[in-house]
Structures are given as C-alpha cells and as structure tokens.
C-alpha cells in the first residue's frame, strides 16, 4: 500500500512537471509564431487591426509605437509562469514578451519619450502649407510631438478634418488641440493689423499657454527636413540665461535688411529672423526684461504694448521687429542657432552665403516671401511639392526623395537650385534613419 502511495505520488510530480514542460514550450511556440506574424505583417500583432499593406511602409512610426509600449511595459515583470494572454489588456500589447525582450537593449537610451511642442499661427489662405508643415514634421520625427495651431475660427473644422484623416497608424505620433486667435482686448485691432494678420499671435503664446514650459513655434512656411526633437533637444543646451532659441536674419552683412534699413535697435550684427523660435516659456514669463522706455525692467506680458506704441511707426517686419527691440537690450537671454536651422532664399539667392548647410545640409527650410507657389525660386517650390504629393504609407525614398531629386535638377539655372544638394542632403539622412526604424530590417 505504501508503496502504491509512493508510486502515486511520483507519478503525480512527473505530471505535473510536464504538464509545465509542455505549457512553457507552448508559450515559446506562440511567441515565435508570433514573431514570425510580426516578420510577415511588417507590424506588433496588437495593431493587427491596421491594414498591413500600409504599416509594412511606415517603419518608423512603427518603431515608435514599439517604443511607447515598451514604456507601459516597464512596471510589470512577465514571465512564462504568468502567461502573457492572462495580462490586463491595458498594461501591455498582447506581445508584452517581445516588448519586454527588447525593453533591455533600449533602456540605456534613457528618457526618449519626451513630446516635442509645436505651436503655429495659421490665418487666412494658410492651411494647406500648414498641413504640409505639420506632415513634414511627422514624418521625420521619431518622438511623439503635441501641435498646438491657433487660427481663425473658420479653419478649425478643416484642420479637425484634415488631421483626423491621416491613417490612424500616423495619428499615433501625435496629438493636437486648435486654439482661435486671442489678443489682449484693449488692443487687438492694433495687434491683429501689426505685419501680417495674426502673425504677431505668437508674442502672446507664453501668456495664453501659460502651463507649457517649453515650445517650439514655426511659421507657416516651414518645412523640416529632420526630426523634430532634434530641434528640440537644444533647449538642453542653453546655459542659465538663455530664454529662447533664433537664426540670425542674415549670414552677409552686405544684404542684410537690418543692418542697412532698420530704424530701431535689432540684435546682433544683422538681427535674428522668428520663423523658427524655440522658448523656454518657464524663464520667458518669469525674466524682467532691460528696455529703452523705463530704467524698470519689465515682464514679459508688460513689455510689449509699451514697445508696439514707442516703435510702431517705424517697424517694417511686425514682431519680428519686436523681438529684435527686446534682444537687442536682453543679448545674452538668447541662443543663436545657425542658418541650417532655418533656411531662406536669402542663404541662396545670390550665391550659397550659409556654409554649416554646405556642410551638413539644411535642416530646416523656410519659404518666405511666398517662394512655395510662386515661380522665383523653384527649388523651394520643389520642396514643398513633393512633401505636399507624398502620401503617408508610399515608400519614402522612391516616392519623396527620388522625385525631389529629378525636379530639383530642373532648378539649376537659379542660384539656390544649384546649391539644392544641401536641400537634399540632411532629409537622405532623415529617411535613411526613419527607415532603419525598422527593427526586422528591409
Ligand atoms: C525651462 O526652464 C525652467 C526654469 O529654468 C526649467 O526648470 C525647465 O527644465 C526648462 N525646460 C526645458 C525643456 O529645458
Ligand atoms: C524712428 O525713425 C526715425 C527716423 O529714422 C528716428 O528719428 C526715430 O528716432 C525713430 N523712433 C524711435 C522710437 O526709435
Ligand atoms: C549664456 O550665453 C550667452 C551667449 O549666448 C552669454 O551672453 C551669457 O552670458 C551666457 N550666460 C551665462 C550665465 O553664462
């Protein structure tokens, strides 16, 4: 009998241990079979909702989205004794396995989630080139971003609109709220007549986003040609004073506009240009800013109207203007970034003046002066065509850079045409490593 016991007994442990044996390699089985689904669908089995077809093409939003889930991931240990089809659906994707495998190799990356913010003004005729602004911002970008897009009531619908029709797989890269133009009321017509309309809304931004620490703002007419967070991460680098980030307007003195016609103080040798600022609002509210119209210095929210009534007959560019005044007497507040930052015709026009892009490429272009639909310097036109043609999920070398490259090479009779390889030649980079993304490889 207490041998039979004995037997019984035995019998039982060996049970039980190959009942674990058989459910752990079940668990590995499903795993691979599921790496495999992955290798296939190009895509995590958890967005297997999403037409494969597309997702195989967006590489590097699909790396994002891996690394988002790798963060929800973090607190909650896995293992085969805790299978994975038994987790909360919202603390990991179904392949919390894989997640978790890969969170290893990323962790030494750090903190890389940080969003980046994006504020624009968009008034009148502008939506189509600000929705080409923020594609161009999308599809280099590996960070999520926040848009902020202040602009005249009746665009909200259409940009709702438009940005709730890009793929789904996309909309996970960023998110976006839509502000209308606010200006103080003692003075908004004034302020809303100051240089373009509503341009001067971004002097405002620290006070009306009052709990954002950090934004980028763009004009209109950007396009980047790398990622966002590049950008972004030099706000890291200013030093205890700086408040805000600017190009200069010019590289040669002898075009420069402020140094030659500028009936006010501007910064620097030949003023800095506001199409691409970076600020760091935190420090921009709390600064008491020196001046030439008291010996107090002033705050932010009080500064302005004082300096609009003193300049305003004799300020050509609005609040650029403004903003040249302010860091004129407040010089070691601001970051100067150099011309590839933003890129203008007047880096070309005469002959290539911005050598960092010769040597780097340009990183950000900015098309003033209306050069995206007009016919004085096609080969910014260019840029703005086949970023605007590009259709999120194509290929983007074969369909965004090669076509770029062949109407580029019908440019070369304009000095910035032939100066166009540095148009080219950071987004290669861009797409290379937006691509690289891929985790699977190609
Ligand atoms: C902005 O400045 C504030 C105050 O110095 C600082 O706490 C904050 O970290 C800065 N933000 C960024 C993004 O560097
Ligand atoms: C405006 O320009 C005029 C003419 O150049 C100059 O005399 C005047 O001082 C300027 N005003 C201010 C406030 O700088
Ligand atoms: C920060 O850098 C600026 C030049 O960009 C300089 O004028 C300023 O003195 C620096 N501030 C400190 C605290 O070193």
Known sequence: MRCYLHAFFLSLVFTFLSLLYVFSQLASTLEQSEQRSLKEHGIPARSSRDPPQLLRKLPGLEGLRQREGLDRCKSESVSYWNPYWRLPADVCGVNCLLESRERSGSASKGNTNERSHLAVVACGPRLEETLTMLKSAVLFSKKPLHFYIFAEDDLHNSFRDALDSWPRIVQTKFTFAIYPINFPKENAKEWKKLFKPCASQRLFLPLILKEVDSLLYVDT??????????????????????????????????????????????????????????????????????????????????????????????????????????????????????????????????????????????????????????????????????????????????????????????????????????????????????????????
């Not at 903003?323 to 933003?342: A, D, M, T």
């Not at 990183?363 to 007009?374: M, P, T």
Request: charged share 20%.
């Open 221 to 442: 007419d950007i396009l980047f040609l790398q990622s966002v967070e590049n950008i972004w991460a030099l706000l890291s680098q200013f030093n205890s004073t700086h408040l805000a980030a600017m190009a200069p307007e010019h590289e040669e003195p002898r075009i420069g506009w402020y140094n030659r016609f500028a009936r006010h103080p501007f910064y620097g040798k030949t003023g800095i240009n506001s199409g691409v600022m970076l600020m760091n609002m935190t420090r921009l509210r709390n600064k008491y800013f020196k001046n030439d119209m008291t010996a107090v210095e002033l705050q932010w929210e009080e500064i302005l109207m004082p300096l609009l009534q003193k300049y305003k007959l004799n300020i050509t560019w609005g609040d650029q203007d403004l903003l040249n005044i302010i860091f004129h007497h407040n010089p070691e507040s601001l970051y100067v970034f150099p011309c590839q930052w933003n890129y203008r015709p007047d880096h070309c026009i005469y002959g290539s003046n911005c050598q960092l892009a010769e040597q780097e490429g340009v990183f950000i272009l900015h098309g003033n002066r209306g050069v995206y639909h007009d016919d004085k310097q096609p080969a910014f036109r260019a840029v703005y065509q086949a970023i605007q043609k590009y259709q999120f999920g194509e290929n983007m070398e074969t369909s965004l850079l090669q076509p770029l490259e062949r109407s580029l090479q019908a440019t070369t009779h304009t000095y910035c045409g032939r100066a166009s390889h540095q148009f080219t030649k950071r987004l290669k980079q861009s797409i290379m490593s937006v691509e690289q993304d891929v985790p699977w490889g190609r």
